[in-house]
Nanobody, 128 residues
Framework: VQLVESGGGSVQAGGSLTLSCAAS????????MGWFRQAPGKAREGVAT??????????SIADPVQGRFDVSLDKANNTLYLRMNSLKPEDTGMYFC?????????????????????WGQGTQVTVS
């Protein structure tokens, strides 16, 4: 699995950005993917996840971005999106897309970076 993020950039506080993660060779009936971010000097943290298994799908949104961020998956194009609204300076960081081979379970585990196997290179988001 190869993951390529795009869509990062610089934006003023209160603005919006949409990140994209193109997944190659995924194409399975189940997808377990997420967005993570890392600010300078801080640990990587989970932002949002999208778990799709056969006929069901579920999302998890981290508390700091609840109500402002949304995650979606275009299965036909194997692309995961992160829509970010009402951006704040504390949202600044490198944003990563990640994927794992199976459902890791609870929301806590889904938002934990160590649960994931495959990672993209990241895209920078700067909010001023």
């Amino acid at each position: 699995v190869q993951l390529v993020e795009s869509g990062g950039g610089s934006v003023q506080a209160g603005g919006s950005l949409t990140l994209s993660c193109a997944a190659s060779t995924y194409g399975y009936s189940e997808e377990f993917m997420g967005w993570f971010r890392q600010a300078p000097g801080k640990a990587r943290e989970g932002v949002a996840t999208y778990y799709s298994a056969l006929v069901t799908a579920s999302t998890s949104i981290a508390d700091p971005v609840q109500g402002r961020f949304d995650v979606s998956l275009d299965k036909a194009n194997n692309t995961l999106y992160l829509r970010m609204n009402s951006l704040k300076p504390e949202d600044t960081g490198m944003y990563f897309c990640a994927a794992v081979e199976k459902d890791v379970g609870t929301k806590l585990l889904r938002l934990r970076p160590s649960s994931y196997t495959f990672w993209g290179q990241g895209t920078q988001v700067t909010v001023s």
